[in-house]
């Protein structure tokens, strides 16, 4: 666990020198107090903890419908993958924050989530579910029929969600770029160590999962106002307007 804790540190050098990095902790965290950054810090905690319930969801999901073995074997797989994906684009979110027109279109992605969680909250039909994985039972989705369909499903959907929680972080937090490195060695935490429990209270206590879907929207909202209207990376830069 403390490796993987290292790795997410390493990645949010992509957002300065170790004493830049300190820095912006240390001030986002010494003005917690104040609207603005206790208002992020509190989007990117319930951004992690929902998507990385719904992670494991649906990596249970998509794996019970094989044996016992294999199917401990693909979830194994989807957590892992999850794990290095968040490190990898933790690596290069502030270049990916630098793209014209990355944030707009994280927006609509993190729209997309949102829809996809709500279904997965009204399924229209049920799902057997990975006995390792508390909550998938519900989630409507359909489980792959073989060892190398469910890996590949899994290995899908975790470059999706990765993608998705890493720009959600940044999306809320964009200003604070301390609570924003925080959020990401967050994300991989609650990924490594806490996403099958996260996932029992989720299915447990419903109205968390309909809070984080609400922060998920206004943050997708946020993100395209942002990044349509933004001097520098804003879609609108491109018409020249």
Do not use: C
Request: avoid cysteine.
């Amino acid at each position: 666990m403390f490796e993987i804790l290292a790795l997410s540190a390493a990645a949010a050098a992509s957002l300065g020198s170790p004493a830049d990095i300190w820095a912006s902790i240390v001030h986002d965290f010494s003005n917690i107090g104040s609207p603005a950054a206790l208002a992020a810090f509190t989007q990117v905690l319930l951004i992690d903890i929902v998507l990385a319930g719904d992670n494991a969801i649906v990596v249970g999901a998509l794996a019970a419908g094989l044996p016992p073995q294999q199917r401990q074997r693909v979830i194994m797989i989807g957590i892992l993958a999850a794990l290095v994906l968040r490190i990898g684009f933790a690596l290069v979110v502030s270049w990916l924050l630098g793209i014209i027109g990355l944030i707009f279109a994280g927006g609509l992605l993190l729209l997309w989530v949102a829809w996809k969680m709500y279904r997965e909250l009204h399924p229209a039909n049920g799902s057997p579910g990975s006995p390792e994985v508390h909550g998938d039972e519900h989630s409507g989705i359909r489980p792959a029929k073989s060892f190398a369909g469910a890996a590949w499903a899994v290995a899908l959907a975790d470059v999706s969600m990765s993608l998705d929680n890493v720009l959600a972080v940044a999306g809320a937090a964009r200003a604070h770029p301390g609570i924003l490195i925080i959020g990401l060695i967050l994300s991989v935490a609650l990924m490594g160590v806490a996403a099958n429990l996260i996932a029992k209270y989720i299915e447990r206590y419903r109205w968390i999962a309909y809070v984080g879907l609400v922060v998920i929207v206004y943050v997708a909202g946020k993100m395209i106002y942002d990044g349509l209207v933004d001097p520098n990376v804003g879609v609108l830069k491109l018409f020249g307007a």
